[in-house]
């Protein structure tokens, strides 16, 4: 043991707890600071109650489990690989001495497909479970089902820094899970919020800059800064402009990110003597500690990953941290002496955050999951023991892939003999699904270097630092109908040059990225080595059509369609929609031989990867794409064709036409004009467009929205007196009035709107709407506001500060039942506070409000509290 930490205070409670020789469960609360990633496996091993077997240490970040492994084998004067390893995904560091094994929780759970029972493992501690990854909450779960009925002398450590006990101990059970409390972090955290208070053309780098600059001239440096990000895009920008200020000069500026290379993530963690400003991802925000960190910056954002199980999308978007990550973040300038930390985001949006991160069950595709449940001999998985169950859309989308894809059958819901091949490969089951398929055509080498390319950083860089750089273009040839095709070309470029750093960088290639695809790409090579029933030979490169037949077995919902020639949009089966990547070979834009010896394909794809990203806007990016062929499917998916005749809605002309489709699915492959449309047909989808918001109408604008928001509110807080709602419904029916006798966009967009609403209030009822729900409030002094109205909200008015002086009461309509909500305002007109409580506001957060503002705005009044 090196210096003790908050946690060694109840080591002799764990070791207590665990010294009985069945049932152990403990649940550890220690926040940021206490040592409990590093210490608490030696506490185990070292008190002997782990005897010579295994401690096994479950971490959701391959980065956290690497680094925690060396700072644990420094400290126990060995190295990485003897008594303390790692294992995470493609990456092995452990030996026949290993006693303290950190790993990834998803490489736990195929762990127990091969050894069910853990054999030689006396302990697995769960760190940092208030993360809630799937991958651990799965495991805790079979943990629990192999101590209760097969291995009573596994031990099961729970730890956590936000954890909310209570639950868990229901899960694990009261009577026999001993729960263990460590005291707070090591020093106090001073918390201030430091909003952007005027937008700049700079951006968030530009702000993190400027607080910074703010901070260290104004109270000097001590110890390291830490500056959390949501990306390795914001990290770049954010390094550039730090490295840019004068106050800067003395300070390393380490970017610290799971892209980066094993030799850059050591350099922003290891001691260092002199100052540095470690900018890092939510990699930081737990189980990793940089010592000496004084001084926390954190922007309150995360980029996050999510699946939508309505849309069948992968969602990548920047969002708002939890208030218990911010607390996270915080405590990392605390571990070694008082720090402070700069929220730059304002108290009250922090009072408005998600008290904690949902957790991945709710937010991540289930199928692969799913499927090594299936492996590991759990049939009904929605009856599992699961610590929070799944949405049961979500859960029955992830079972209707397995079942696309053949890892289960469609009926019986048991798994298939390619589904156990499936679950026994570290990649997921639709990727899985091609390499079973290249690999019995004798191409697995080609396809194992795509998958890999899923899995890993990117071989180019996203811009171009040279004329000279090699971009993916460059290895396009005619004829080419996959992304894939240059991208394995590029490879055996990269490869050609063994991957070295001089040669891959004057080409403008990654060489780490390189090593990182070849390593990943043998070990799936390596999983299909010593099978007979294969070509020996998998060296054969693909064509074309070889491509499209293969990713077509576990991607059919993937295929998708584009609009035009013209066009990079596309429909996509599911009644989706997105942008097909620019850069790609299926665009045909710049490629070689464009306009020549194109092959005689139409303007059918098949989509590797769908992922709605957050940039400029939010769209869903369409890559890794591939040309594939009408008849391909016709041959692979016959029953999944129909043709269905009658009016639709054409997004080229604007109009509804009447029409017979082919469709796959549910996707329009080939359409025909087929005569004339009923006009009420025509009415109908000319509604269902406005009312999806796809085309819009002139005169219906925010008046009108205000008006139904006015009924809406009215049926609500007054049902006595029998206001119709305006739902869904109405609106259609009342969007088809004004569409009578339309059949393109053109015919309605200028209609008058008022004629077809006007009906809707009975003339007995108008006056009960303006009286109860008026457009207008009327404050003490005679100051008319605006009263905003809102879909299933209160309704809100915004008023400066200084016109509210003298009104103590919220204003309220519908006679007295609903209080409006007051939007208080700054003098630069911004938002300072929301309440439906003013006198609450006037005896209480106002004295802080009017402490913040009196001094930048000295020309208004701010009388005294009370």
Known sequence: MHRLLPIHEIAPDLLAACSPQEGVRVVIEAPTGSGKSTQVPQILRDGGVTGDQEIVVLQPRRLAARMLARRVAWERGGRVGGEVGYQVRFDDATSRETKIRFVTEGLLMRQMLGEGTLPGVSAVVFDEFHERHFDGDVALARCLRIQEELRPDLKLIV??????????????????????????????????????????????????????????????????????????????????????????????????????????????????????????????????????????????????????????????????????????????????????????????????????????IHRLDLSDALLTLKAGGIHDVRRFRWFEPPQSQSLELGMKTLVEIGAIEGGSENITQLGKELSRLPVSPRYGRMLVDAARAGCLEFFAVAAAATQTRGLFPNQKKRASDLTLADFMEPGDVSDFQPLYRAFCRAADLKFDGRACGEAGMNPGAGREMDKVARQFLSAFQRRHDLPAEQGRVP????????????????????????????????????????????????????????????????????????????????????????????????????????????????????????????????????????????????????????????????????????????????????????????????????????????????????????????????WLLDKHAPERVQLPGGRSVKVVYRHQAKPKISVLIQHLFGVRETPCFAEGRMPLVVEILAPNHRPIQLTEDLAGFWAGSYAGVRAQLRGRYPKHDWPEPG
């Open 159 to 360: 730890m956590s820094a936000t954890l909310e006990a209570e639950a868990l101990l229901d899960y694990l059970g009261r009577p026999q899970t001993r729960r263990l409390i460590s005291s707070g972090r090591t020093y106090p955290v001073e918390i201030r919020y430091e909003p952007q208070r005027e937008r700049t053309a700079g951006g968030l780098w530009d702000h993190v800059a400027k607080t910074m600059g703010e901070w260290y001239r104004g109270h000097g440096v001590e110890g390291h800064a830490l500056v959390f990000l949501p990306g390795a895009y914001e990290i770049r920008k954010t390094v550039e402009a730090i490295e840019r200020c004068s106050w800067a000069r003395g300070f390393r500026v380490l970017p610290l990110h799971g892209e980066l290379s094993p030799s850059a993530q050591d350099a922003a963690v290891e001691a260092s003597d002199s100052p540095k400003i470690v900018v890092a991802t939510n990699v930081a925000e737990t189980s990793l500690t940089i010592d000496g960190v004084r001084l926390v910056v954190d922007a309150g954002l995360e980029r996050r990953s999510d699946f939508d199980p309505r849309r069948g999308l992968a969602t990548l978007r920047i969002e708002k941290i939890s208030r218990a990550s911010a607390d996270q973040r915080a405590g990392r300038a605390g571990r070694t002496a008082p720090g402070v930390c700069l929220r730059l985001w304002s108290e009250e949006d922090h009072a408005r955050r998600e008290s904690s991160t949902p957790p991945e």
């Open 543 to 766: 064509g074309g059509e070889e491509i499209g037949r293969i990713l077509l077995t576990g991607f059919a919902d993937h295929v998708a369609i584009r609009l035009s020639d013209a066009t990079l949009a596309c429909h996509v089966v599911g009644g989706r929609k997105g942008l097909l990547e620019k850069s790609s070979v299926v665009s045909g834009e710049d490629r070689p031989g464009k306009g020549a010896n194109r092959p005689p394909f139409g303007r059918l794809l098949l989509a590797g990867e769908m992922v709605e990203v957050e940039g400029r806007d939010i769209a869903v990016r369409l890559s890794l794409a591939t040309r594939i062929r009408e008849e391909w499917l016709e041959e692979l998916y016959p029953d999944d064709f129909q043709v269905v005749a009658g009016a639709v809605y054409d997004e080229i002309q604007r109009r509804v036409v009447a029409k017979t489709e082919r469709r796959f699915r549910d996707l329009v492959i080939e359409t025909r004009a087929t005569g004339e449309v009923p006009p009420a047909d025509a009415a109908r989808l000319l509604a269902a467009e406005v009312c999806e918001g796809r085309l819009t109408l002139k005169h219906w604008d925010d008046a009108v929205e205000q008006w139904i928001a006015r009924i809406n509110t009215l049926a609500q807080a007054m049902p006595e007196l029998e206001f119709m709602p305006f739902d869904a419904e109405a609106r259609q029916l009342a969007l088809e009035e004004i569409c009578r006798g339309a059949f393109g966009y053109k015919d309605i967009k200028d209609r008058q709107v008022w004629p077809a609403l006007q009906d809707w209030v009975p003339a007995h009822q108008g």
